[in-house]
């Protein structure tokens, strides 16, 4: 493994997808079934891009170069603060845990339990 190459460039769904689409252009063109296992696809692709007389296969290998380079999160400013919890589009209310610590700051009442108080 080389200090500056992404080794999981595979790993992302966008250059799957694009991937998948060059070996469907290489094996119209070249007839050869390429494997998303084999370690050296990436050579692979390059080189039958390369080869090829298509347009849209140096293009895709020019998108797959560039997913696969860009970096995987973008880290927040320290500055900024976590954001929400969110579901579907819609913000999360806050966790239990946190709404029982405020719970406990305010005064308790009696709980009674099978006619008998239990705590007040």
Known sequence: MSGGINTHWLMRYRV?????????LI???????????DPQLRQELGRFAARSQSKELTRLMDDIAREAD??????????TSAPKRMYRGQPLP?????RR?????APSKA????G????S
């Open 16 to 24: 799957v997808a694009l991937v998948n689409q060059c070996r469907r």
């Open 27 to 37: 094996r119209d063109e070249f007839g050869t079934r390429l494997s998303l296992t």
């Open 70 to 79: 860009a970096p995987e999160d973008v880290t927040p400013e320290a500055g």
């Open 94 to 98: 806050e966790p239990a845990a946190a």
């Open 101 to 105: 610590q405020a719970d406990r700051s």
């Open 111 to 114: 709980v009674i339990y099978r």
């Open 116 to 119: 008998r108080q239990v705590r």
